[in-house]
């Protein structure tokens, strides 16, 4: 399906999606099946401050938000119930494979990964740097964005230059504001004074991935 695809990155190693099984107790979110909203994804939610604060800011956008550990996403829950906001999703499962099972090609309108792990003793893990990347922009619409946000220099460091010579990306790096509180992590890095930098990645007209017609039933790419 791919052989002559003129891809718009230069990560070689393919991700492999067909190889993931769903996450357990999965089920398709209605948000997912008939969007009625522009769908916006976070991943690695927390206990939910940014999700829930998001939700409430914009009413015509829907947001699935998902968290792996079980105790935050507990959490998170718990407060997503309270809102009761009806444009948001919380979702406890594995981003990746969840990801894999549930989203559209080209239908998300942004994504948020804000103070992920930094995963420097593993730096094959860190989000730019996995093949699974290139899976996450196919569900990106054109014109779509990908922010991340880190208080790591070395993490952001790494993730711009992936950004500009891996994937080709249009992206503007920046300070995060001191008033800023998207997250719980954001409020404390913040409070002791450190830097935190943010990346904004867009997925520009054209951009072609493996994936862009690759739905969970399509094994065959």
């Known amino acids: 399906m791919t052989d002559n695809l003129e891809l718009s990155h230069q990560q070689e190693r393919a991700f ?9 107790d999965f089920l398709m979110p209605d948000a997912a099946l008939k ?16 999700a829930l604060s998001f939700a409430m800011q914009n009413p015509d956008k829907h947001l699935i938000a998902i968290e792996r550990t079980r105790n935050k996403f507990e959490a998170f829950k718990k407060l997503a119930a309270q809102q009761n906001s009806a444009n948001l999703t919380a979702i406890h499962a594995d981003a990746i494979a ?3 099972h549930a989203i559209a090609p080209n239908s998300i309108d942004s994504i948020y990964i804000l103070y992920p792990n930094p ?12 093949p699974f990347f ?19 220099e070395t993490y952001m460091d790494n993730a711009e ?21 998207r997250t719980h992590f954001e409020v404390k890095y913040l409070a002791r ?16 991935t493996r994936f ?10």
């Open 161 to 181: 230059h992936q950004a500009n010579e891996v994937w080709c990306l249009p992206n503007t790096r920046s300070q995060v504001a001191s008033s800023s509180q």
């Open 134 to 152: 290139e899976f996450l922009l196919s569900r990106l619409q054109v014109g779509g964005e990908i922010i991340l946000a880190t208080n790591i």
């Open 212 to 221: 862009d017609k690759w739905m969970i039933a399509d094994v065959s790419i």
């Open 35 to 50: 969007p009625k909203s522009s769908l916006v994804l976070e991943i690695g939610a927390g206990k939910g401050k940014h």
């Open 16 to 24: 492999q999606p067909q190889r993931l099984s769903a996450p357990r």
């Open 98 to 100: 969840w990801i894999v």
């Open 193 to 208: 004074q450190e830097t935190c930098w943010e990346l904004n990645m867009k997925k520009p007209e054209g951009y072609q």
């Open 119 to 130: 995963e420097q003793h593993n730096p094959n893990q860190q989000w730019l740097n996995m």
